[in-house]
């Protein structure tokens, strides 16, 4: 592989760290290019977004189509024949009686709008005290200063404390990490119990909504609820009656084996978000999903004091729903379980060979695995071997890109997501591991 020229323009502000990159060139199925001809498995779909594959000639297609007819109309002026089809499709796969779909351009969004939605139905039911939104240690739920305020994330938060009005947090149900059994519908009750106790502690009414990562994302590394936590959890809220909000930024879209990564359990939200996998890379497209009656509730009280220009873009929803179109016909979701579990397996076989992997999790094609001083103890990385950027970068050399997340600001865990597009062959997931296995060796 050449080495690829990695100064960039000062004048392109980057995230976090201004550590150059190679320019991406194109990109196919599970495959990018950048513009001096190395090639690069898409081994964690950008940031778990491009769950289709890149460059899908179906989704192209019903691009240009949209193009063709129009690419705006500004939502208080028109609905279009692409984004009235979206509603209806995404109400479809959501749960009964979750019938409204309020579009956006991405998770924070979403996360805001539905955290706003669930506001303004309390005021519409006559209960103004209600307005903490509860969220888990770690979590992830956006960058905007609203969706900051829930974030679980120290360091993201923390330059803008005086801003902003931190809301209550309870712990993520950690069940490896806090040395439970997952499998124990006792600990899925324990952390449940937490939540009761926080809502008890905060005063049941003023506590508006609990929000949490069905299956976790970059947080808490594809975390898996244990046994019984959705059911428990939802039972909690309705005996203080708390809104539970889904994101399901990113375990939404399919990834899990289901549209909604909470589809894999029982209990349903009141309100969710959605991005990421929903207009797949494709577009910036996400979206809030409610209640239908809680939306009736806030319109009769004068319509939902919130929007943003570009919700219900036409050429985003067109895409949108060419996406979820791509996902049945190609039956990405069986895939995502089927080839997922074979990459878990593997995945899981590397603790044989190398100690400082923890623990494998996940679900479908959203894995990660926790890198650790010492298995049995658990103990983090000491901070000088927190060599990820070494570790990606291994990776990086030999064509494979991964998701690193580093604990900072509280023990967050240290973790790498391996998260390809639904599409992935088997023989694909054996160039994956072709190239993560050297990686990890030298790393060790
Ligand atoms: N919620 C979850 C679970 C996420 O993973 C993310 C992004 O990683 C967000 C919200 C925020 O999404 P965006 O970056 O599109 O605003």
Request: aromatic residues 8%.
């Amino acid at each position: 592989m050449t080495t690829p020229d990695r100064r960039n323009a000062r004048s392109h502000l980057f995230y976090q760290t201004d550590h150059p990159r190679p320019v991406l060139d194109r990109a196919e199925g599970i495959y990018m290019w950048d513009t001096d001809g190395n090639r690069f498995i898409d081994g964690s779909s950008g940031a778990m977004v491009c769950n289709i594959g890149h460059s899908n000639p179906h989704v192209l297609d019903a691009m240009r189509r949209q193009m063709d007819k129009s690419t705006f109309g500004y939502r208080l002026h028109f609905v279009t024949e692409a984004s009235e089809a979206l509603a209806a499709k995404t109400a479809s796969l959501a749960w009964p009686g979750m019938d409204r779909v309020f579009f956006v351009s991405g998770g924070s969004e979403a996360v805001e709008s539905a955290v706003k939605l669930a506001r303004q139905y309390a005021l519409a039911i006559g209960q103004a005290s209600r307005w903490k939104v509860i969220s888990r240690f770690p979590s992830y739920h956006g960058c905007t200063l609203g969706a900051l305020a829930i974030t679980g994330y120290d360091s993201l938060a923390d330059p803008f404390l005086p801003m902003m009005q931190v809301m209550p947090k309870v712990p993520a149900p950690r069940a490896w990490l806090d040395g439970f059994n997952p499998d124990d519908p006792a600990t899925g009750r324990y952390y449940a119990d937490l939540l009761d106790q926080k809502i008890r502690a905060e005063g049941p009414d003023t506590v508006l909504a609990f929000i949490l990562e069905p299956v976790g994302g970059a947080s808490t590394g594809a975390l898996v609820p244990p046994a019984g936590y959705m059911e428990a959890v939802r039972e909690v809220c309705d005996r203080h009656g708390v809104l539970l909000i889904h994101d399901e930024v990113m375990s939404g879209g399919g990834r899990t084996g289901k549209f909604f990564g909470a589809q894999n359990w029982t209990a349903a939200p009141d309100i969710l978000a959605v991005s990421k996998g929903f207009g797949a890379g494709y577009v910036p497209l996400g979206a809030m999903v409610a209640r239908g009656d809680l939306v009736d509730a806030v319109l009769a009280k004068g319509g939902f004091a919130h929007g943003f220009t570009y919700a219900g873009n036409p050429l985003a929803c067109a895409t949108g729903l060419a996406v979820i179109e791509e996902i049945e016909r190609q039956d990405m979701m069986a895939n995502a379980s089927s080839t997922g579990a074979l990459l878990k397996a593997e995945l899981t076989r590397l603790m044989d060979r190398f100690p400082f992997i923890g623990d494998v999790r996940g679900m479908g094609m959203l894995l990660a695995f926790e890198l650790v001083a010492d298995r049995d103890t658990k103990e983090p990385l000491p901070p000088a071997l927190k060599a990820f950027d070494k570790l990606t970068e291994q990776a990086y050399s030999r064509g494979l890109i991964i998701y690193p997340r580093r604990s900072r600001g509280g023990y967050a865990g240290d973790h790498l997501l391996v998260a390809p597009p639904m599409i992935t062959t088997p023989a694909q997931v054996g160039e994956i591991m072709d190239r993560l296995e050297p990686a990890l060796a030298a790393f060790a």
